[in-house]
């Protein structure tokens, strides 16, 4: 049971792909994870006082969250799903996991993308599509086998498809194999670069995504509704790693600029399509020997539009600009955990 006097545990997997992203993802976002013997499964988070770090399996974190020996973890939306029983992708559901115990309350932590799909022999030519796969079951005898390692999803999809004779063959493992010895005739995996089906002469089916998966932070709603502690770890963690999301894609730019006034060189920005910001930016009066007006404007935006942030700061009499990494950007409130509330008012 979820109380007070226990401290608060995280818990973060223990292997996989998401284990090093997961521990990176704290660190960049202020929240180092203190682990020095790699040996024992629990550590410390020292900026997060009373926080207990757990490592467990990407399967295990859903389950402790579920029955609320921990209250939080990070875990992929791929194995939340199939253990919560729910069809919908994770990053667009706003439901509280199986028995309303799980809330998702950040599905988007920009590590361990991938898809599940449903993946055929290359040798099948005629089947590219569900469509395909359909009319080439009507053709059989017997039920198609499909080795998974999510028959809940699995199974899910192929019913939306239409396809209901169909054996599902829980699997542990290297799946790619399953067809080439015949223990199956296709399967549903976890795909990122899609180097390995091509490797085993394998092929993804055009409509046959069941759903896209990433890392996403979860927490018990129990705890989160009984213990003031755990909802103001859960604003603390939103807090930093929203901030640190949101800058990550950002640049810093400093330029000197020459005008009359403050408003006199923003109207020349607001001119433009990149620097003119959301709101503006801001100045501040540089101070020289000569006695002439010049500004220093600060604003920010992405790297992908730095190039041109540039180009418009020289076109509109912007030099001497520097650019600086951003290493958080704090709103008012985070989103997230306005939807967290709001969940939790559900």
């Known amino acids: 049971m979820t109380g007070t006097l226990r401290e608060i545990r995280l818990a973060l997997p223990s292997k996989g792909l998401l284990a090093a992203p997961a521990l990176e993802l704290l660190d960049q976002a202020g929240l180092h994870v203190h682990h020095p013997n790699p040996r024992q499964y629990e550590a410390t988070i020292p ?12 399967g295990d974190v859903v389950v402790s969250v579920r029955d609320g020996s921990v209250d939080f973890g990070i875990t992929g939306g791929d194995v939340l799903a199939e253990k919560c029983g729910s069809p919908v992708p994770v990053a667009h559901r ?40 359909k009319a080439l079951q009507s053709k059989w005898d017997r039920p198609l086998r499909v080795a998974t390692k999510f028959p809940v999803q699995a199974e ?32 549903t995996d976890l795909v990122s670069t899609g180097t390995t089906l091509r490797d085993n002469r394998l092929k993804r089916l055009g409509d046959g995504e069941v759903l896209a998966s990433q890392g996403c932070l979860i927490a018990n709603r129990a705890s989160l ?3 003031p502690t755990a909802l103001g770890i859960a604003r603390t963690l939103l ?98 955990y306005r939807n967290m509330l709001a969940q939790l008012e559900d």
């Open 156 to 187: 899910a999809f192929f019913r939306q498809q239409g396809l209901d004779e169909v054996e599902f063959i829980s699997a542990e493992g290297t799946l790619e194999i399953a067809p080439i010895i015949g223990y199956a005739d296709l399967i």
């Open 94 to 133: 706003r439901s509280r996991g199986a028995n309303g115990h799980i809330l998702t309350i950040h599905p988007a932590l920009g590590f361990g993308q991938c898809t599940l799909n449903v993946i055929v022999p290359e040798a099948w030519e005629q089947v590219n599509c569900m469509a395909d796969l």
């Open 47 to 58: 900026n997060l006082p009373g926080v207990c770090v757990l490592f467990q399996r990407p």
């Open 239 to 336: 807090e930093f790693i929203v901030a640190y999301l949101r800058a990550r894609d950002n640049v810093s730019i400093f330029a000197n600029m020459r005008g009359d006034s403050p408003e006199a060189i923003a109207e020349r920005m607001f001119g433009e399509k990149v620097i003119r910001g959301l709101q503006g930016p801001t100045m501040s009066p540089v101070i020289t020997h000569q006695g002439e007006k010049w500004y220093a404007a600060h604003l920010v935006v992405r790297k992908d539009q730095l190039a041109q942030a540039i180009a418009e700061l020289r076109s509109v009499g912007g030099s001497g600009v520097v650019v600086s990494p951003v290493s958080y950007i704090f709103e008012e409130e985070p989103a997230e």
């Open 225 to 227: 509704k009984s213990n």
